[in-house]
């Protein structure tokens, strides 16, 4: 997984795009702090070339 250059991210959200999606490629980032939690949307690209848009909590857990 590439990391977008513009927005640093956690340790905790590398490891959960890593894990689940070890092929994709990082598009865009989107940081938000919304009552003291911090969320990212991230849009990943597979080997496939198909876009995938991921929400994770700073600690790597995936929001539905």
Known sequence: VQKDGEIELPAAVK???NKNYPEATI?????????????FEIKL???DNSL???KL????????
């Open 15 to 17: 490891d959960a795009i």
């Open 45 to 47: 690209e597979n080997k």
């Open 27 to 39: 598009k865009e980032v989107n940081k938000e702090e919304k009552e003291g939690i911090t969320t």
């Open 57 to 64: 909590t700073d600690k790597g857990e995936v929001i539905k």
């Open 52 to 54: 995938v848009t991921v």
